[in-house]
């Protein structure tokens, strides 16, 4: 019985989720392209530059320390990513993507977090999956029985996953706005001539505001689910065999 409240209880949360965050990928992707943002887009510095000028401005503006992470482009990936364990900004393809400034922006805040925090991130999602899949494997195999114990600490460990990774997206997301509005305020004005109109600067911020206002509700509900679903596919799959 109370496996079958275990995953009604899941269930809900997950509706719930659904129905607080709204996510909405139909949305997201009519954000995507813009002709007009992307010829605005393109006044600006090729991707490594714009990194490292980014990285120039939060070095200047960090009080604490500060290991400059190292800038890589791959033409093959199409998410850019920081990674923590080799320090290193690894940026896609980009071409004709109007919010690669603030996509840019949102790395180099990951590479300037604090690093026990990102560690932290990276070791407790390793150390869930292996849990996750050897909980499974010996409870498939019938070495092991379901363990409400089991159950309840899987969902501890996933959740806290949870919290450290959207702490660490909503804090590169809401400051990579600011950040892109820096650099670009910064890169618009040369020889006392504006190289790109207040206009469009305008229309670039605000259109960043807007996938913000799309992609934080949509990020938040993508990890929960995440969060959620393994310990569904664990607790569904194991009472069955016991039943
Ligand atoms: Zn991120």
């Known amino acids: 019985m109370e496996y079958i409240i275990f995953i ?8 719930a989720s ?44 960090k009080t604490g320390q500060f290991t400059r992470p190292k800038i ?11 990674i923590v ?8 393809n980009m071409k004709n993507n109007y919010a690669r400034i603030q996509t840019i922006a949102h790395e180099c805040i ?12 990276f070791i407790i999602s390793n150390v869930n ?10 409870t498939l195999f019938s070495v092991i029985k379901i363990n ?17 990774r959207i702490y660490l997206e909503i804090d590169a997301m809401k400051r990579a706005r600011h950040l892109a509005e820096e650099y670009i305020n910064s890169k618009t004005v040369e020889n006392n001539a504006l190289v790109v109109s207040k206009e469009d ?7 960043y505001d807007k996938l913000n206002e799309q992609g934080i509700p949509f990020m938040i509900d993508h990890y929960f689910t995440r969060s959620i679903i393994p310990i569904l596919i664990y607790i569904v799959m194991a009472y069955m065999l016991l039943s």
Request: charged share 20%.
């Open 129 to 138: 999956m292996l849990m996750f899949l050897i909980i499974t494997g010996l």
């Open 72 to 82: 890589e482009q791959s033409e093959n990936t199409k998410t850019s990513l920081y």
């Open 8 to 15: 009604i209880i899941l269930t809900t949360v997950l509706i």
């Open 85 to 92: 364990v080799t320090n290193k900004i690894l940026i896609a």
């Open 201 to 207: 600067i305008a229309k670039l911020l605000e259109s």
């Open 18 to 61: 659904k129905l607080i965050f709204k996510p909405s990928m139909k949305k997201l992707k009519t954000l995507k392209d813009n002709e007009k943002l992307e010829s605005i887009t393109n006044n600006f510095p090729e991707d490594i530059q714009i990194a490292e000028e980014i990285l120039d401005i939060i070095a200047k503006e």
């Open 148 to 164: 409400i114990l089991l159950a309840l600490g899987l969902t501890c460990m996933l959740l806290t996953q949870f919290s450290i």
């Open 110 to 121: 990951h590479s300037s977090q604090s690093k026990a925090f990102l560690f932290l991130n």
